[in-house]
């Protein structure tokens, strides 16, 4: 099986070799920490791969790293994701729609219930123009 850092440096088109020039990490070094899971690598190990990548580290970490998905709302605090929603009614309205698209196999983030806020909270003129195009002006 291929491990994600395997992945990630061949997405990138580098080598376990180009890391060991880029951050002064021997191979040897990397590669026992490469058969490693990401959570035991040292900072050193993540700093050279991101130096061979050119890349901030915490991006490499998001995407060599799995994260399992977790849905959480927040009934009392009014959030999704982390997200608040201060109209109870509004809360609802997208807690509902979000929660049917989790049970479809959407993952969305914090950013995503950011979006689908702003969506439902502020004018959309095309959203608009499609849904008359589609049904028709009301008479």
Known sequence: MISEVEKYMKSKGISISDVSKASGISVSTLSNAFNKPVTTWSIRILNGLAAATFDDPAKVLAEIQARP???????????????????????????????SSVMEGWQPTKADIMDAYQVATEYQPKIESDFKRIFGEKS
Not at 70 to 76: A, L, N
Request: charged content about 25%; proline content about 0%.
């Open 69 to 99: 998905f977790k849905y959480i709302v927040d009934e009392e605090k009014q959030t999704i994701q982390g997200f608040y929603i201060e109209d109870s009614q509004l809360f609802w309205t997208i807690e509902s729609a979000v929660h």
